[in-house]
Each structure stands twice: as structure tokens, then as C-alpha cells.
């Protein structure tokens, strides 16, 4: 059946009808319609209307290799011929997960030689949760359970996702978290460094938190802290430089364990296929998911450390955990061929030589002068752009978030998507970003401030 029998308007109405969409207000949206996007090409996003959009966030952070790629669709459809499914349960296996699993250990850091697979970054989380606190129960240290996280982290969805992220308001609807994880202050200078503080000494402060609460909880509690390299869904909220040194030196005093979550900075959105590669962290897990294969499959690998893996293995007999897609063989042929072209085509290289430092001049030299602009960060192609009604107090307009709301309206309606998280605009492009899709997205940027300023009065 195609969708082109029927109209956005019949499409809507039945989408209002049956449908739930995530994280959104159903009558909100049932008072609106959906916006129909269906298809995409490059890193350019289509809807119904005819819109060309240039997609500024890689569908949800993960379209990483561009869109229209008839080889991934080859390599799903030559395996879903071939073999559409099997389970890696019962003593079985499928060859894709197999190579895959190889390959993924190649790209990782030295100490990620194990994977297990999910399809969803929810469930690698969920999946890193139980391997964390089974490694010390098998180590004798059963007590040793506690994790640390921060406010405003995000980890999923799911009830341990949600649990282990810092996001109050999803706390709000849990009905019951996972017990005994606690949030500490993220590291987010913008908001939260003391007048005159400096970015070091700030990154200090921020990390000296997650030593306060092994403190208070005693060592001998606290399994392990879990942090992504960059706060992604939280705003982009980059860490200054002595941040994740002395989380390290800390960790590694006490004995807790360190969970990296790269579901976002994964497969080289900061110009190493990881950002434990690029900011230097040693890590016990990684998760990873959205960009393995570019989202054109739902896949998730969670790594798993040496010292946790050799424990597991040896001394850890059935691990009671598994989905039924773990290792599937279609999303795993899929991610051999999404890191194939991602390779074949030098994307992490690219970043990190070429893109990444002019998606940050251009974006700093256009935009950071912005009258309601009060910061532009990136690293690799990841950027950030707070909004404020005082660029010297840091003043935002109120009530909070709506000014950013503006902005990526009109960015959207200028032709290019990107996301508001509270105050802050987000890009996480396609890495097939070339020195003239930034400029171009500049441009969208650019304007869409200078009509949203309009709107509030400021310009
Ligand atoms: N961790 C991080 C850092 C994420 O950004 C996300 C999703 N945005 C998740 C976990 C959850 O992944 P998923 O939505 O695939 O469950």
C-alpha cells in the first residue's frame, strides 16, 4: 500500500487516530498534525509538501553516512534473502554479527575486545546496568551496586534508560525508578561556573561532585559512574578539558567502575570513531547504537572491558539476559557496510582534519556575535548555540525555552532542521557534511535568529 494514495491531511487524521508518537503531547500534536517526511536523499530530508529540508540533526543523531545509500539497502536485502533471521541463543551464531563483532573491536579503544548485542541504545544501557553490578556480585562485592550519573544525562527510555539518566521530568513518570542511582551536577559551565571561575577549575569542581557522592556513599557501595563523553539530548553540553582527566583519577582511586555512553558521539561524530579516542578515557563500557548503522537498521553494541569480560567469562556461568534480536543478522550486515563506506569514504578522517574545524570557525565567526546568541560550542560535528535575551548576563528569555522554540521554527521553515533543547539549539549533522552544506546551514541559521530576534523585540 503507498502512502502516495492518500493526503497529508488523511494520513494525519489517521496518525491522530492510532498512533502514539515518543516524547510528544498527543493532543498537542492531534491539534496540529504531523509533519509527513517521506524521503530523504544525501543530507537533505523531504516532506509530503515537497520541502526540501537539509537535515541539520542526522534524523535522531544517528544518519551518520548520509541518506539514499543503495548499498545498505543491498546489504539488507542480499541478507534478508540470504538468512533473515536466527538467534545467537543456544549455543548458535550467524556469521554477521561474528564479523561484526571483530570489526567493532578493531575501531574500539585497546581494552574493548567483547560486544553484546540490543536495538536500541535503551536496552545497551539496560544490558551495561546488569553487566556492571553482576562484575562485582561475582567479584564477592555484592554491596557495591550504587551508580553515579548526572543531572541532565540522558540514557534511554526504557525503566533502567530512564533511571540512569539525569532528566527530572522523566524521573516525574517513572512510577519507581531503578533503586540506588544518584545524580550528581553536570559539567555545564555555561549555567552553572561561579562568577570569575575559570573553565579548569570549573571542570575540577564538576567532577570532584562524583567524588562527593562515593564519599558519601563509601567505596565500597558505588559500582561504577556513567557519563556520556559529551551530553548529547541534555544540550550538547561540552565538558571543559580537566573534566574527564580527574573523573578518571577519581574512578580509579576508589575502585568504580567507568560507563561511557556514546550512543551519540559514537562512529565518529567528533572525528575518532569514539570519543574515549578523542578526549583519552579509559573506559570499563561503552555504549554504543544510533550511527553503527546509520539508523538504517536498529542496532545496538554495548562494549564490554576486558577486566568485566575475562570475569564474566570465566566465572559468571549463564548470564540470564538476551533480546531476541540480539546480533540480528540483518542489522548487523547492515552495520559491516555502514563502517565499510564510513572507512571507504575517510567520514571520521574528514571530521577531524576538515569539517569539524570549519563547521566551528564558520559557526563561531557567524554566529557567536548573534544579539541573542551567548555561546557556540562544537566539537567534531557536533555544535551548540544557547540563546539569551543579555549577552553579558546570560539573562534568558522567558518563559524558558520559547525563544529556542523560535529559532528552529523558522530554521525549519528557512529549510534547515535542528533541535531546542530548553535554551540551547543543537546540530549533530550527517558526517557527509561538505564546507558548503555548513555554509549553507550558516546561512539558515543566520537568518532564522534574525527573524526570531524580530519576534522578541530584540532586533
Ligand atoms: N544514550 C544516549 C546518550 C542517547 O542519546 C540515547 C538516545 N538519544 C540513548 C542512550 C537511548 O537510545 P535509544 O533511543 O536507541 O534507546
Redesign the pocket.
Known amino acids: 500500500m503507498s502512502y502516495q494514495n492518500f493526503s497529508l491531511k488523511q494520513l494525519q487524521e489517521i496518525d491522530a487516530g492510532h498512533h502514539l508518537h515518543p516524547f510528544t503531547d498527543h493532543k498537542e500534536l492531534r491539534a496540529v498534525g504531523s509533519r509527513m517526511i517521506v524521503r530523504a536523499d544525501g543530507p537533505y530530508i523531504y516532506d509530503s509538501e515537497g520541502n526540501e529540508i537539509l537535515d541539520g540533526m542526522a534524523g ?2 544517528c544518519v551518520n553516512a548520509g541518506y539514499g545509500r543503495t548499498e545498505l539497502a543491498e546489504a539488507a536485502y542480499e541478507q534478508m534473502k540470504e538468512l533473515p533471521y536466527y538467534n545467537s541463543f543456544f549455543k548458535c551464531s550467524t556469521p554477521t554479527p561474528v564479523l561484526l563483532s571483530k570489526k567493532l573491536a578493531e575501531i574500539a579503544p585497546a581494552n574493548m575486545n567483547q560486544v553484546f548485542y540490543g536495538s ?4 545497551a ?1 539496560d544490558t551495561a546496568l546488569r553487566v556492571v553490578r553482576r562484575y562485582w556480585a561475582l567479584e564477592g562485592k555484592p554491596r557495591k551496586n550504587r551508580i553515579i550519573s548526572r543531572k541532565m544525562a ?4 526504557t525503566i533502567a ?1 530512564a533511571s540512569l539518566g539525569g532528566m527530572s521530568h522523566m524521573h516525574e513518570q517513572l512510577g519507581g525508578a531503578v533503586p540506588n542511582i544518584v545524580h550528581v551536577m553536570p559539567p555545564y559551565s555555561f549555567e552553572l561556573a561561579e562568577p570569575g571561575e575559570s573553565e579548569h577549575d570549573f571542570g575540577i569542581r564538576a567532577a570532584r561532585a562524583v567524588e562527593d557522592a562515593i564519599l558519601e556513599a563509601g567505596a565500597e557501595n558505588v559500582a561504577a559512574f556513567i557519563g ?1 563523553p559529551i551530553m ?2 541534555g544540550g550538547v553540553k561540552i565538558p571543559p578539558e580537566s573534566y574527564w582527566p580527574e573523573i578518571q583519577r577519581i574512578c580509579r582511586k576508589y575502585d568504580v567502575l567507568l560507563m561511557l ?1 556514546e ?2 558521539t559514537g562512529y565518529g561524530r567528533t572525528g575518532e570513531w569514539f570519543a574515549a579516542q578523542a578526549m583519552g578515557i579509559e573506559a570499563d563500557t561503552i ?1 554504543t ?2 550511527a553503527l548503522t546509520s539508523g538504517y537498521q536498529p542496532l ?1 553494541a554495548l562494549f564490554i572491558g576486558d577486566r568485566i569480560a575475562r570475569t564474566l567469562i570465566d566465572k559468571g556461568g549463564e548470564f540470564f539476559h538476551g533480546y531476541t534480536y540480539s546480533g540480528h543478522p540483518v542489522a548487523c550486515a547492515v552495520a559491516l557496510k555502514n563502517l565499510e563506506i564510513i572507512e571507504r569514504e575517510g567520514l571520521v578522517d574528514r571530521v577531524r582534519s576538515d569539517t569539524g574545524p570549519y563547521f566551528r570557525k564558520t559557526l563561531m565567526e557567524r554566529l557567536s556575535g548573534h544579539p541573542i546568541v551567548g555561546q557556540v560550542r562544537t566539537v567534531g560535528l557536533l555544535g551548540a548555540i544557547e540563546i539569551v535575551a543579555d549577552k553579558e548576563t546570560r539573562e534568558r528569555f522567558q518563559p524558558s525555552g520559547s525563544a529556542a522554540v523560535k529559532v528552529r521554527d523558522h530554521a525549519i521553515a528557512q529549510g534547515l532542521m535542528m533541535r531546542a533543547t530548553d535554551d540551547t539549539m543543537i546540530l549533530s549533522p550527517p558526517l557527509i557534511w561538505t564546507r558548503e552544506t555548513i555554509d549553507i546551514a550558516a546561512a539558515r541559521i543566520e537568518r532564522a535568529l534574525d527573524l526570531a530576534a524580530a519576534d522578541l523585540g530584540r532586533m
Open positions: 535522531l543523531w536500541s541504545g535503551s536496552e544501557n540522558y540514557h534511554g527510555s534508560g556520556e548529547g539530548a555512553d550512543v551519540i555504549t547504537a544510533k545496538s
